[in-house]
């Protein structure tokens, strides 16, 4: 991949155009969007004036008058602020559909936490870090790097590897698109038929992911994951006989897709609820749904140019989700 390219997969969006998708619950209402500031990037400058010498504290203190001025348009930015709530135009983007897992527990391995769906009951918080070729999954509430990815340089089709984070990293898979970025296959740590004649041993598919373009390069969103037995396994595809692939196979499979945005004409830019995790706009963030369900599976957004946030459920795996995110950031000729 040239240096062209590689500037053109970051899609570093800053300002709301008309083809981006903002998380509607993070609209200020005393800001145009294209003004609007990552919450974080608040706290930071916040954090940085807390820290500064006396003299700049000092110089933060307004005369009585301006106070008194300041008070007022406080008070007028939390008017605008109710009435914008109250907005019939935003209403129809809540719900109640987000829950967050509480007290997750890795009660097993690392490993076998990552290659096993997730536990029922609520979205699993990640950070997602792109410093291409390398990928980093950070789990929120361990405070801790579960996943690395690596990308192959210098190939036609993209290719990643996963692997573990810990004492010592372990290979889990890798995720494979084609030339136009517009299909990718989830793989775990097996072998190819090439390296194997042992039908046991040969790697599974574990997901396929295809994009679509449609109304001015939004992105369309189709997932298939493998079914998840009584007995809590995954149902196994393989791409050799008797075995079956999981391309183009609709037994057997969950089917994920994602939720469409919403115009917002006083914005200017689709909407969709991303429960207030996103801060920046950006034709990469989107959420998964099982088909015709509303609860999220997966929520993934861009917050700066290097982080993402990353959330899943079951019955995703966490190597699932991080590939699937992958896929995402990935550079599409096919699909902007």
């Not at 969103?221 to 791409?239: C, L, N, V």
Request: hydrophobic content about 30%; glycine content about 4%; some cysteine.
């Amino acid at each position: 991949m040239n240096q062209n390219q590689e500037e053109n997969s970051s899609d570093d969006v800053i300002q709301f155009e008309d083809n981006e998708i903002i998380d509607f619950n993070n609209l200020e209402s005393n800001h145009s969007p294209k003004n609007c500031q990552p919450q974080k990037q608040e706290l930071k400058m916040a954090n940085e004036l807390t820290n500064c010498s006396q003299l700049m504290l000092i110089q933060q203190q307004p005369p009585p008058k301006q106070q008194q001025m300041q008070q007022i348009q406080k008070s007028q930015q939390t008017t605008i602020q109710n009435k914008k709530n109250d907005c019939p135009e935003l209403q129809k983007f809540k719900d109640n559909n987000y829950t967050i897992l509480q007290n997750l527990q890795i009660d097993f391995s690392l490993e076998q936490f990552l290659i096993s769906p997730a536990p029922k009951g609520g979205m699993i918080q990640c950070r997602f870090y792109r410093a291409s070729p390398k990928f980093t999954l950070f789990l929120e509430q361990y405070n801790n790097i579960i996943l690395n990815a690596d990308k192959k340089s210098f190939q036609i089709k993209s290719s990643y590897k996963i692997f573990a984070k810990g004492k010592k990293e372990q290979y889990l898979g890798k995720i494979k698109g084609d030339f136009k970025g517009l299909k990718y296959l989830i793989y775990d740590n097996g072998k190819t038929a090439k390296k194997s004649k042992d039908i046991t041993q040969l790697r599974k598919e574990l997901g396929v992911v295809y994009y679509q373009s449609y109304e001015k390069k939004l992105r369309s969103i189709q997932a298939f994951i493998p079914q998840i037995t009584s007995t809590g396994q995954m149902y196994e595809f393989k791409s050799q006989p008797p075995y079956t692939s999981i391309v183009n196979n609709l037994d057997n499979v969950i089917e994920l897709v994602n939720r469409k945005p919403q115009w917002i004409p006083s914005y200017k830019a689709y909407g969709l609820n991303f429960y207030g995790r996103i801060f920046t706009s950006s034709v990469k963030n989107f959420i998964l749904t099982e088909r015709g369900s509303e609860i999220p599976v997966l929520l993934f957004g861009k917050n700066d140019d290097r982080e993402f946030v990353l959330d899943f459920s079951y019955p995703l795996t966490p190597v699932q989700a991080f590939c699937i995110a992958l896929s995402s950031t990935d550079h599409k000729i096919g699909c902007k």
